[in-house]
């Protein structure tokens, strides 16, 4: 089984330009989330799909985040404009949406703003 | 705010040792528990986790959890570890209790397991 696909790797980009990372969940899987982890600390959830609409956007900072999840498959975060503290790895996970499914982990997309 | 408190930060032991990490949570409510580990250049995976019934849980690679309610805790075990269990780990609740729901991590324990 293929698992949660990731892209880019890395990234390095300046203070005030845009970002985007891309997710492919595991087939099947209609849940997915998005998570930032910053270093030293553990990851921390963003934004919660179920199939293309939102469950829980309530830790997103909505002035320069935003996320989709076209079609209910794949999804894109974007951040726009960048800030300094905005450098994290960012974690897509996906589920099935029954009771007592895990999530699967991507490898993650490591964000460097300069 | 809902959180989740892991004690030890970095932990060196050497192999055979026995191992405990801690991992308290802060509500009271129905949670569900977990335990992922990431290897050094591996993906977040899970370990073990805890919905409900028997509060031992057992998990892959000789690992288990025992879930106390009464000290909102959740406490990872292995009785004899190995080389391989260096890695990074970390404790997760699922606030809702709804299950598919987003988690709350700890900070993480870093392991060491000295050959």
């Known amino acids: 089984e293929a698992g949660v696909a990731q892209s880019p790797r890395y990234k390095i980009i300046e203070k005030r330009q845009s970002v985007a990372f891309w997710c492919n969940p595991i087939s099947g899987h209609a849940t997915l989330y998005w998570y930032q982890q910053i270093l030293g600390q553990g990851p921390k959830l963003l934004i919660q799909?179920?199939?293309?609409?939102?469950?829980?956007d309530s830790q997103l900072p909505k002035d320069r985040f935003s996320a989709e999840r076209l079609k209910g498959v794949d999804s894109t975060l974007k951040i726009q404009p960048a800030k300094l503290e905005d450098s994290a790895v960012y974690l897509c996970?996906?589920?099935?949406?029954?009771?007592?499914?895990?999530?699967?982990f991507g490898p993650g997309t490591r964000l460097t703003v300069t | 705010a809902q959180s989740v408190s892991q004690h030890n930060h970095h932990v060196i032991l050497s192999e055979a040792a026995s191992l405990e990490l801690g991992c308290n949570y802060s509500y009271g409510g129905t949670v569900n528990l977990f335990w992922y580990v990431q290897y050094p250049g591996q993906h977040l995976q899970l370990l073990l986790k805890?919905?409900?019934?028997?509060?031992l849980v057992k998990g892959i690679k000789g690992f288990e959890a025992e879930f106390i309610k009464s000290k909102f805790s959740f406490n990872l075990r292995k009785p004899s570890v190995q080389w391989s269990d260096t890695a990074e780990y970390f404790c997760a609740i699922d606030y809702s209790g709804g299950g598919a729901d987003g988690l709350t991590f700890g900070k993480g324990t870093h392991l060491i397991i000295q050959p």
């Open positions: 805890y919905f409900s019934g028997d509060p």
């Open positions: 996970a996906s589920s099935l949406p029954t009771w007592e499914d895990e999530q699967y």
């Open positions: 799909f179920q199939n293309n609409g939102v469950v829980d």
